[in-house]
């Protein structure tokens, strides 16, 4: 008993500057400007904090990258595409965290009365995507399932808004983009998707947590791992209770209800337990890239995640659903 009591104090004296390291800390975030932070706030996760978070918005994950790279953030969230770059351009940065959207819910769109009403039909169209991203990736994909090459269309390399735009307008005339955008389109553009222009057995829909691997090693890190935990346990709340979480997303990102519910039941983002079989992914993708020529050399992305962190957030994701009936 003696023995136990002392190796006790011992864990617990171990422990201890973690969680007074915290109270003092600041970790500054990167956020795509999306369900994410809105998730943390509605479920109240981001209540009683034991260190300071300090939250930048970015429109897509390129500027969270460069940001994370230039060492202005700590940590960010963003798709598991655009991490390919950084990484391979030595940024010392990880993944210690992973979600995963419903791969349908990234999609080719196209105007309507456009005549794309197959894949076939995609030859000789002008086609937005957003170079090396979610885009990008489906595009290429979704010619080799057509049997079409690359060359057989031509790629305009956009942002999402002005995707958005140039399919509205007719300067291209398709477009692939992911939710919110999707729904979007879908509702106030009346755009159309595309038959069999959707994600699923092309795309993984994993996004990362990325963090610096200086903040990994620093008093920062216990902040990290409660940031995962709080993260998975505020994405399971917005599966569970979509009407106050469409809600929510409709009054702090200023969009139209129909649009955050369409988007919502479209996404079903799903925390997921952070283990080598999301490195399998990655690897996947960053292989295919290669061999489109998207990427300038091969990527070996077995160093470019540190699993550690994640334990607690995990257990939140390994554990089943249990439904409940939301307040009117």
């Known amino acids: 008993m003696k023995t136990r009591t002392r190796l006790a104090i011992m864990l617990l004296a171990l422990a201890a500057p973690l969680?007074?390291?915290?109270?003092?800390?600041?970790?500054r975030l990167g956020d795509v400007k999306g369900d994410r932070l809105v998730a943390l706030k509605a479920s109240g996760e981001l209540e009683n904090l034991p260190y300071h978070l300090q939250v930048s918005s970015f429109d897509s994950?390129?500027?969270?990258?460069?940001?994370?790279?230039?060492?202005?953030l700590d940590v960010g969230f963003t798709g598991d595409l655009p991490f390919l770059y950084v990484y391979a351009a030595g940024a010392p940065v990880k993944a210690v965290g992973a979600w995963q959207n419903n791969p349908d819910s990234i999609a080719l769109l196209s105007r309507p009365g456009s005549g794309i009403d197959s894949l076939a039909a995609l030859k000789g169209k002008r086609i937005a995507?957003?170079?090396?991203?979610?885009?990008?990736?489906?595009?290429?994909?979704?010619?080799?399932?057509?049997?079409?090459?690359?060359?057989d269309v031509t790629l305009r390399f956009l942002g999402p808004a002005d995707g958005r735009a140039a399919l509205s307008s007719g300067?291209?005339?398709?477009?692939?983009?992911?939710?919110?955008y999707l729904s979007s389109a879908l509702i106030l553009d009346h755009a159309q998707r595309v038959p069999d222009g959707g994600g699923k057995g092309i795309m993984s829909g994993y996004s990362f947590v990325l963090a610096?691997?200086?903040?990994?090693?620093?008093?920062?890190?216990?902040?990290?791992?409660?940031?995962?935990?709080?993260?998975?346990?505020?994405?399971r709340w917005a599966l569970l209770h979509p009407q106050q979480f469409s809600a929510a997303?409709?009054?702090?990102?200023?969009?139209?209800?129909?649009?955050?519910?369409?988007?919502?039941?479209?996404?079903?983002?799903?925390p997921v337990v952070f283990t080598s079989r999301v490195q399998q992914a990655l690897q996947h993708s960053a292989d295919v890239f290669f061999q489109e020529k998207v990427l300038p050399r091969h990527v070996d992305v077995s160093n470019a995640?540190?699993?550690?962190?994640?334990?607690?957030?995990n257990n939140i994701a390994a554990t089943p659903l249990t439904p409940v009936k939301e307040q009117p």
């Open 171 to 180: 300067s291209v005339d398709a477009w692939a983009p992911w939710e919110p």
């Open 305 to 313: 995640f540190d699993y550690s962190l994640a334990t607690a957030a």
């Open 61 to 72: 994950g390129a500027p969270v990258q460069e940001a994370l790279n230039a060492g202005a």
């Open 129 to 151: 995507v957003n170079r090396g991203g979610w885009g990008h990736y489906l595009v290429l994909g979704l010619l080799k399932r057509a049997g079409l090459k690359p060359s």
């Open 19 to 27: 969680v007074q390291a915290a109270d003092n800390v600041t970790l």
């Open 249 to 270: 997303l409709a009054t702090e990102l200023h969009m139209p209800r129909s649009v955050t519910e369409a988007w919502t039941d479209s996404a079903r983002v799903t």
């Open 212 to 235: 610096r691997e200086d903040a990994i090693h620093s008093d920062k890190r216990a902040a990290i791992s409660d940031l995962l935990t709080r993260l998975a346990r505020a994405q």
